[in-house]
């Protein structure tokens, strides 16, 4: 059984999407297992994840990260938002 999620992300710019695609691109090049494939792409203010695993474990896993990761980039771009005002 192959398993995909596919998650469009939509941020408030394209600079944004930008660095958010630069921030899951270097995630997915270093993938830590053999058992996930992460894509990522970017286009205007989305950036779009697809993970694939034949592995359910694995999978989790990675949506788990993803998620813990795309919650960290948030949060850091509500900071650098914060102390510009």
Known sequence: ML?????????SSPLEAKAVYEAL?????????PHVRMEVS???????????????AA????LNSL???????ENAGKSLANSRS
């Open 67 to 73: 998620f813990r990761l795309l919650s960290a980039l």
């Open 42 to 56: 970017w286009v205007g203010d989305e950036v779009h994840v697809t993970l694939l695993s034949s592995k359910r």
């Open 25 to 33: 691109k270097v995630e997915a090049q270093s993938q830590p297992t």
């Open 3 to 11: 398993l995909e999620a596919r998650i469009a992300v939509k941020v």
């Open 59 to 62: 999978f989790r896993a990675a």
